[in-house]
């Protein structure tokens, strides 16, 4: 009967001794204290409803998305977002051609209509435009659409000088800027620069 409770204790010992190895093998370590008080550069600390020009943090050369809705930040990223957003909202039926051009967390979208679409620009094609631009990169956040031809030829110009990687992200900032000013008739008050950005 000793022998019974000696090695029902034994058994306890050895059981809780193995559950604590497990317990502190199975867990992460905690961040430091300092770590989290390091400053993580994300717009969160600054962010406000307007859009922005910040840096991009892309996941990978497929994912299009940018983390944490920082945005477009390098004229390649600019580049092949820009030609995918194109090709996606040509898929539209209503249209017949897209232009568009992307920097930060901006979209400027020219449109041109399929001979048989009667409709105009109307709220409910910009938001078939802006859901096709979301399906895209969920990192753009303000979409101007356009159907004025000049302003179509406008962008599509400045996507080809994008192509040819004519200029650095700092001067494509400027000149989406420009043009978005001009589709969205003088002022885009919702656009703000980034303090740093990073070149081409």
């Known amino acids: 009967m000793k022998k019974g409770w000696i090695l029902f ?3 306890l010992l050895s059981l809780g001794v193995l559950t604590g190895c497990t317990s502190s093998a199975d867990t992460l370590p905690s961040p430091s204290p300092s770590a989290s008080a390091m400053p993580t550069g994300s717009p969160q600390a600054t962010m406000s409803p307007a859009a922005t020009m910040a840096p991009s943090m892309t996941a990978g050369p497929e994912a299009g998305a940018a983390m944490d809705g920082m945005g477009i930040g ?10 995918r957003v194109s090709e996606e909202v ?7 051609e897209a232009e568009a051009i992307v920097a930060g967390n901006i979209a400027l979208v020219g449109v041109k209509y399929d001979s ?17 631009v979301d399906m895209v990169d969920k990192s753009v956040t303000t979409v101007h659409v356009t159907d004025d031809g000049e ?14 990687m004519n200029f650095t992200f700092e ?27 990073t070149g081409a």
Do not use: W
């Open 9 to 11: 204790g034994i058994s």
């Open 74 to 83: 390098t004229v390649e990223d600019a580049k092949r977002v820009s030609e």
């Open 90 to 96: 040509e898929k539209l039926s209503e249209l017949e």
């Open 116 to 132: 048989q679409y009667q409709g105009g620009l109307t709220e409910r094609l910009k938001q078939m435009v802006e859901e096709r």
């Open 151 to 164: 302003m179509m030829t406008r962008i599509a110009e400045l996507r080809e000088k994008l192509d040819d």
């Open 171 to 197: 001067e494509l900032q400027t000149k989406l800027l420009d043009l978005g000013s001009s589709i969205t008739g003088g002022g885009m008050p919702n656009v703000t620069q980034p303090q740093a950005t």
